[in-house]
Nanobody, 131 residues
C-alpha cells in the first residue's frame, strides 16, 4: 500500500486548507482511513478517522468542529478539510490505513497500547500556520 498526502502549505491563522491522500496499488475502500499529525519536536497525534464506507467518522477533541474527514472511494482518495487554522496546527500530516476502526479510534484517544500501530503509513505533507 502506497499512500501519498498532499495539499499542505503555508497558511495564515484563521484560514482553511484541504489535504488529500491518494493511494496506489490498493483499493482504499477496504480500509479505515485516518489522519495523524506530528508537530515539530512532538510525538505523533491521531486527529481523525473515517470508516471504510464513510458512514462513521471520529475526531480528537483538539480538532473537533474544525476538521472534517471525507472520502471518495471511486477516486481512491481521502480528504481532510481544516478550518479556522491555529498556529498549534502546524505539523506534518500523515494519512494512515488500517482495517480496524476501533484501533484507530483508540489511537486518536491516546488509549491504545504503545505496541499497536496502524498497518500502513503514507508520506506526510507539511502544514505551517503563521500567526
Amino acid at each position: 500500500v502506497q499512500l501519498q498526502a498532499s495539499g499542505g502549505g503555508l497558511v495564515q491563522a484563521g484560514g482553511s486548507l484541504t489535504l488529500s491522500c491518494a493511494a496506489s496499488r490498493v483499493s482504499l475502500e477496504n480500509y479505515v482511513m485516518s489522519w495523524f499529525r506530528q508537530a515539530p519536536g512532538k510525538g505523533r497525534e491521531g486527529v481523525s478517522c473515517i470508516s471504510s464506507s464513510g458512514d462513521r467518522s471520529y475526531y480528537s477533541d483538539s480538532v473537533k468542529g474544525r476538521f472534517t474527514v471525507s472520502r471518495d472511494n471511486a477516486k481512491n482518495t481521502v480528504f481532510l478539510q481544516i478550518h479556522s487554522l491555529e498556529p498549534e496546527d502546524t505539523a506534518t500530516y500523515y494519512c494512515v490505513a488500517d482495517k480496524n476502526y476501533y484501533l484507530l479510534k483508540a489511537l486518536i484517544d491516546g488509549v491504545a497500547p504503545e505496541s499497536m500501530s496502524p498497518e500502513h503509513w503514507g508520506q506526510g505533507t507539511l502544514v505551517t500556520v503563521s500567526s
